[in-house]
Structures are given as C-alpha cells and as structure tokens.
C-alpha cells in the first residue's frame, strides 16, 4: 500500500509543481515504505528528490546523506528539492526549512482527483459501482472520521486483490457492509458508516450505564443472524461484540454489520423493507408444504417490499402487504412492523418551514403523491371577516401577513399552475397588497 | 511540584493498565494538541482527544481483567468462597435472591473454569455497576487539575499550558538547556506524552496523521514556551528549552 501512496504522491506533484520554476517541497513523517514508492516513481521531470532516512541503503541516489537541507535548497543552478523525512527522522536545520511547502499524503484524499490518481497506481483499481460512493464519502468526510492516506491505499490495494469494496470497509475504519436490497449504495451511506465507526469509542457511548441497554440491543439484532443456531450462540456472540465494543477493538468493524451496528449503537431501526422481506421469508418457512398459502405470489409481495422505502409505490405497497397479512389472518407481520405499514397508509403532512422553503415542500408533497398536484386548498389560516375585532387585533394581523407573505412568495407559481389547468384556492390568487379590510389598512400605515 | 506529582501519578495509572491489558506499544502514548484552529479543521487536536479516550478505554478494560483476575483467585483459594459477602452490602452484583446476580453465576461456574469464564462474568459486573470512578474518574481528575485535560464531554482532549509546561521543564532541569526537539523526545520518554512528529513515530499516529501537522503542532508549544519565557528562539531558528535559556537571552 505504501508504494501506491508514494508513487501517487510522486504523480501529484508531476502534476502541481510549477514547471520551469524553483520548487522547494517538504514531505514530513512518512513511513519509509511511502518513500520508496516515491522514488521508484521518480523522474527527471521532477526536482531532486532527497529523502533522510535510517536506511539510505534503500534510496540510491535519492537518499540524503551529508549534505543539509538548506545546502540543497542554496545550491547553483538547482531547479528546486523534494525534501522527504522518513518516520521520526530530522534533519539538524529543520528551522530553516520553513519556507518549503508542505506537501502531506493527506493531500490526495481532499479532491476526487487525488483519490483518482491514488486508485490508478499499480495495481490499478477502477472506481466505480460502490467503489465510486466510498471515493466520494471519503472525500467529503470530516476530519474527524476521515481515514487516513495511509488505510486508504491498504484499501484500494484490497480492492485490487478481488475483494468487494463494501465488505472491505473495515481497512478504512468503517463497518463491513453490504448494498441494501434492491438499492445503491450512496456516498452518504458511506459517510453515515465512517461516522458511526469514529464514534464507537466516544465517552458518550460508552458510558457504563448505557453497558446494559447496548447488550440488550446487541442480543436483539443478533438473533436476527441466519447463521447463530441458538440462543447460547446469539449469547456468545453478543458478548464478544461488547467485549470488543469495550475495548475500542477494530475487530468489531468486521464483526458487525453496518445496519447492525446502527441499530446496536444508534438505536435506528432497520429500513422498513428488509424488515417486510425478512417476516415474510420466516411466514413462509413455516408453511406446510402444499398448502394453498404456499402458492401465492411471494415475488410479488417481495418486490412490493421493495417498494416501501420511497417513491410513488409505497403507499400502494403497503395497502398490498395489509390486504396479504389481513388475507393470512394477521400472521404474516409482527404488531410493530403492521403499525408501521398502516402508518403508510395515513395521510401526510410535508413541513416547509424548516428551512423555510414552501417550494421544495410542494415537490416533496409531489413526490409523495407520486404525480401532479390536483388541488391547492387552504386550511388555515383564515383571513379575518371585514369589520370584526379579529381584523384590528395582533392575531388578526398575524393572519393577514402570514396570507400576504404566501401570496408574495407564491403568487407567481400559483398563478401559472392556474393557468396551467390546476385547481388553485382563490385565496392565493389575490394580490399580496390585500391586507384586509381598510381600517386595518389605516391602523397599519 | 503539585502539577508534576499529579501527572505522575495520572501516567502511572495509565501505564498500569496498558500492561494490565497488553496494549501494543504502538498505542501507550498521550498526544498533547497546541493551538487554536477550530476543532472540526484541527486533525491533531481530534488526534488528541482519540488518544485520552483510548487511555480511558485501556483503564475500563484493566479493571474488567483485574476483577475477573481476583475473582479467579479467590476461587483457587484453599477456602470456600462465600461470594455475596465479596460485594459491598447491600450491591445487587451480590443479591442471592436474584438468580443472574454475579455472585450466584460464580456459584454456578463449574471448578475448574477457564480464565474466559471468569472474564465474561466481570464483564457482566462492570456492566451492573459503576466501577469507573476510581480508575477513569480519578485518572480525568488528575489531568484536569493541572490543565492538561481541557474541553467537555466527548470533547476532550489534552495539551500543557504554560503553568504545566514550566513543571515538566523543571522536571528534566538537570539536562537543561536543550533543544525544543530533545525536550520534546525526554517528556515522551518520562511521560508517554507526544508533541512532535518525531515522537509520534514508533505510535499509532505515524499512520493516521500527517508529519507536518504534528511538526505544526511543536512549533506552536514551541511558541507558548518562548511566551512563557522557558525557551529561546536562537537566530538559527532553532529553540532552546530551559529555565536559564530566557535568563540568557535577556
């Protein structure tokens, strides 16, 4: 991994340096190892690589001996040193080498250019699929949870070998994971998974009072495994999971899932369709064979599962997998997940004032109508009857500018879905100047 | 003095329980974080804090082994253990009512059992009760006493102030003066603390930070000792630390 990140850190540079001109560089505390992969990358094209090491056997004529930093950089007719300090090596003169730009591994994690050129060092690895989600979650990570240059090109090394990019996490500080059914994995996801994993040795999870409900959570998911036989097995593994949780190992990252860790450590429930899926896939094992239940369409209940975790479907979806449970007199489905398919079924609301944009409330609501919105009515509130004590008192003020704002803000879009065939309250038609009755319009001038 | 015994006493405690747990070398080590970048663009301050909780961690994880350790043997004892009255009165882990409390799963615990038994069921106690005051309470007490634990909750993380600084030069005076980087390489040496990239090479941190940070980071102590008149920036640009180096540029 280390001759990836040294010859991609050599491509870097190629790339940056600015060429005809003098460029003094300082790569500090690398591991030998990185240094090497840099001078074997080495060329012409680039200023004097010098690298300090206990080893100059292994460097030629690139390692530094006993010239000094700043005779390097003083020298006639130089077009510029690459000055590298292996790890825990100084040079005597390090003060006067302030002026050199600092040039650090971590530098090809801050672009996706960088992670491009780190992945298409020998071996090359194509980002793409799932790979192309970590490259970007890594990217966008903060400092906190970001893995290091370092992991990231054991990492891509890994993926190299064959290995899946999801399941390979781990070498990164992430949990192992796998894509959830029937979706992609996003950068997100990704990113979501780097948190956690940084969190796991936080003061605030591992509290000794929250021991107890952590154990309790780590039973519950982990007896949910197809391959635990038993209640001693699921037991046993969760507690070697606490063990290990405990002990800030980095074996928990290939021990648990990421949905399995969230749930355990974030109490986030599993996504409502594997769920489904998984309570219809135990129905089923239950059935005797050739029973008429065996013979319905699961496919097509499984796919309908797939369906409930976004988009114009999910409502229909749901609908389906009640009408099925009610069918199989309520034994398909445990209570929780049925109350949350009948959650499904309810109608909704779509809050647009946090952050305040009722523009991207109106798609939201559109997307979860699944089509065109057919009518616009407003429920509330009411703009106050002309001539009553409503119309000059501070409630009915508020009424009239929350109408006059709305109108502001919305009265062109309205308008045109007027035109375009909707079916728009008149409320929202009116002019936003039409505060109200006049007295009101005096008082407030 | 106070400031010197303090930290002694809080890296003795540390030391303790890396042997206790066999912590690699790669992790025995306090990284001390300098400066005041924000901490969401500050890696070695983030750094910093990971390395206090993975401190307190190793003190968790030392009392679980040495419980279950005791509890051994006491087991292998030549008398008949009567564990309920092992537990403080009155503590659930001893309730002989409840048939899961710890003292009744010793009782079932087949003889001869082995050491994983003994820490599986510790585990269980730490996790019924509070056992943290002593060792991790006491351990974030002591840091915090002398400013070298700073921040709250999850956000703490360790660094010297200059009423620390001037303990631990005073503490090494009898080599004084001497280069900032020879300071920094004896305190790692006396106390396990890290500032610098040099001193961060044989741990965890050669791999997860970047040299220049950490070299960042011990220009900037560098700074807070020339300010608090323990070191003296030479025309060279180099720096000496010691109590007389200031007295010798004045």
């Not at chain 1, 616009?376 to 119309?391: E, G, K, T």
């Not at chain 1, 501070?394 to 919305?410: D, E, P, V």
């Amino acid at each position: 991994m280390s001759t990836r990140l040294g010859g991609a850190l050599a491509e870097h540079l190629r790339r940056h340096l600015a060429p005809g001109q003098l460029n003094f560089v300082l790569v500090e505390g690398v591991p030998a190892s990185v240094a090497e992969g840099m001078s074997r990358a080495w060329d012409g094209s680039l200023p004097r690589l010098a690298v300090v090491s206990p080893e100059p056997g292994r460097f030629g004529e690139h390692a530094l001996t006993e010239v000094s930093g700043t005779r390097l950089r003083n020298q006639p007719g130089t077009s510029g040193v690459v000055l590298v300090l292996c790890d825990g090596e100084q040079v005597p003169d390090r003060q006067s080498l302030n002026l050199f730009e600092s040039v650090s591994p971590s530098v090809l994690l801050d672009t996706a250019e960088g992670m491009g050129i780190l992945s298409q060092q020998h071996p090359a690895v194509d980002l793409d699929g799932p790979a192309r989600a970590v490259r970007e979650a890594v990217v966008q990570a903060g400092v906190a949870s970001r893995p290091s240059a370092v992991a990231v090109a054991a990492y891509l090394d890994r993926l190299a070998a064959g290995e899946d990019p999801l399941r390979a996490l781990p070498a990164i500080g992430a949990f192992t994971d796998q894509s959830p059914t029937g979706e992609r994995t996003d950068s997100a996801r990704v990113g979501d998974n780097l948190a956690l994993a940084a969190r796991r040795t936080s003061e605030e999870l591992l509290r000794p009072s929250a021991y107890a409900d952590l154990r309790r959570r780590a039973e519950r998911v982990l007896a949910r495994r197809p391959g635990l036989p038993d209640h001693a097995a699921v037991l046993a593994m969760a507690d070697d999971v606490m063990g290990k949780l405990q002990a800030g190992s980095a074996d928990l990252l290939d021990t648990l899932r990421f949905d399995e860790a969230r749930e355990i450590l974030e109490q986030r429930p599993e996504a409502l369709g594997p769920v489904v899926r998984r309570e219809i896939d135990q129905y089923r094992a239950g059935l005797l064979p050739g029973s008429q239940a065996e013979g319905l369409p699961w496919k097509v209940y499984e796919k309908r599962a797939d369906e409930l975790g976004r988009g114009a479907g999910q409502r229909d979806a749901a609908r389906e997998l009640c009408d099925l449970d009610d069918a199989q007199q309520r034994q398909v489905f445990t209570k929780p997940t049925r109350a949350k398919l009948e959650r499904l079924l309810r109608d909704k609301s779509v809050n647009g004032s946090s952050p305040s944009c009722p523009e991207a409330a109106i798609v939201r609501a559109a997307q979860q109508l699944g089509g065109l919105i057919q009518r616009v009515q407003v429920l509330s509130p009411n703009p106050p009857a002309a001539n009553s004590a409503a119309a000059i008192n501070r409630s009915g003020a508020g009424r009239i500018l929350t109408l006059a704002c709305a109108r502001l803000r919305l009265g062109g879009l309205f308008h045109e879905w007027d035109w375009g065939g909707g079916e728009v309250d008149g409320l929202m038609l009116r002019a936003a100047e039409e505060l109200g009755d006049e007295t009101y319009h005096e008082r407030v001038s | 003095m106070r400031s010197i015994l303090a930290v002694d006493l809080a890296l003795h405690v540390a030391r303790t329980a890396w042997a206790t747990t066999h912590a690699p070398a790669a992790e025995q080590y306090l990284l001390l974080s300098f400066g005041g970048s924000p901490r969401a663009q500050d890696p070695v301050r983030q750094r910093s804090e990971d390395s206090y909780r993975r401190a307190r961690i190793r003190l968790s994880e030392a009392t679980v082994q040495t419980l279950a350790l005791r509890m051994r043997q006491l087991d292998e004892g030549e008398r008949v253990v009567d564990w309920p009255s092992e537990f403080q009165t009155g503590s659930a882990l001893g309730n002989t009512d409840d048939e899961e409390s710890i003292s009744n799963q010793l009782k079932r615990l087949p003889r001869p059992a082995a050491a994983e038994h003994y820490l599986h069921i510790a585990r269980a106690a730490v996790e019924a009760a509070n056992y943290s005051r002593g060792a991790e309470d006491g351990f974030r007490v002591l840091l915090e006493s002398v400013g070298a634990l700073v921040g709250t909750g999850s956000y703490r993380y360790l660094t010297a102030g200059p009423d620390l600084l001037a303990a631990l030069v005073g503490a090494v005076s009898a080599q004084m003066p001497m280069p900032s980087r020879e300071f920094f390489a004896a305190i790692r040496r006396e106390w396990g603390l890290v500032v610098n990239q040099e001193s961060a090479a044989d741990t965890a941190l050669a791999s997860q930070i970047d040299g220049a940070g950490l070299e960042r980071n011990a220009r900037r102590a560098e700074k807070l000792m020339s300010d608090a008149g323990l070191a003296l920036g030479l025309s060279d640009r180099t720096t000496i630390v010691g109590e007389r180096a200031a007295r010798i540029g004045s």
